[in-house]
């Protein structure tokens, strides 16, 4: 894939990716906020500091609980901030209840402009895959960060597992992440660690198995998606995009869509797809 497939490619993802993410329920977000914070906690024990964190926007992973428990355990925490397009972020250290301002898109930065520099950063991720690379919003800010501190900072991606990729197709700006964390666990930056002895359920026919088919999840998915509500369709768009293929015709429901989906799901095979629909059933 050239270049110009690749930017073309990374739109329609991140497209994708994003509304994805914004229609996940807020409480069930928070559920995955707190299993992700529960994961990166033990992760951060012992790594150098100081440790930046982000303020989240778009629905990102909200990680505020976590600052303010590190903070209270004397840990030095930062926070991004753009002073000019283009340029590397800037750092400055957070503290639980310091003043606040407005920074650029007016995402909350702290007010004292003393700077720092980060030797632990945690970037959100829009995606992932299995080789630590992370698609982000496309605007370069954490790449020209991360190429500028080198390898004096270690950089740890954050986001839902659903979300992980085949690949990004990565480029040669691009900066693997010493690991990516989420809900579900921890991915290092040259692939995943196996959790237990070789499964050799992957050898066997998917039909076998009682899996179901890319077609089938397909058609159940284009089958329920008029009957979802406008704000969790982009789940059902982004599970039919990652399936890829065509978009078989709607027929008319019998059940209610969160009762097809609980009876999907325990015939799902792909672990992001997988989290995906169950973030949608958790929705409705």
Not at 45 to 56: D, H, L, T, V
Request: with cysteine; aromatic share 8%; hydrophobic share 50%.
């Amino acid at each position: 894939m050239n270049g110009p497939a690749v930017k073309a490619w990374r739109r329609e993802a991140r497209q994708k990716l994003l509304a994805a993410r914004a229609a996940i329920a807020a409480p069930a977000r928070a559920v995955l906020a707190q299993q992700l914070i529960d994961r990166l906690s033990p992760v951060l024990a012992g790594r150098k500091q100081p440790i930046s964190f982000y303020w989240p926007i778009k629905a990102e992973p909200d990680l505020k609980p976590l600052m303010r428990a590190l903070d209270d355990a004397g840990v030095a925490v930062c926070l991004p901030v753009c002073i000019k397009l283009g340029e590397p972020l800037r750092f400055r250290p957070w503290r639980n209840g310091c003043k606040m301002e407005r920074g650029f898109w007016d995402i909350p930065v702290p007010a004292d402009p003393v700077e720092v520099e980060p030797k632990t950063l945690i970037a959100p991720i829009v995606g992932f895959d299995a080789a630590g690379y992370r698609l982000g919003y496309g605007g370069g800010f954490f790449d020209r960060t991360l190429a500028k501190f080198g390898p004096a900072a270690e950089a740890i991606g954050i986001g839902w597992s659903m979300f992980r990729l085949d690949t990004i197709h990565p480029q040669p700006h691009d900066i693997r992440m010493a690991a990516i964390i989420t809900e579900a666990g921890v991915l290092a930056g040259d692939g995943a660690a196996p959790a237990s002895a070789v499964c050799y359920i992957e050898e066997a026919d998917a039909r076998y198995a009682g899996f179901a088919s890319d077609e089938e999840i397909a058609a159940v998915l284009s089958n329920i998606r008029a009957a979802l509500p406008p704000e969790r369709t982009g789940l059902a768009d982004y599970a039919l995009w990652s399936l890829g293929g065509t978009v078989p015709a709607a027929r008319e429901l019998s059940e209610a869509p969160r009762a097809v989906l609980k009876a999907l799901l325990p015939r799902i095979r792909s672990d992001a797809l997988y989290a995906t629909l169950s973030a949608l059933t958790a929705s409705l």
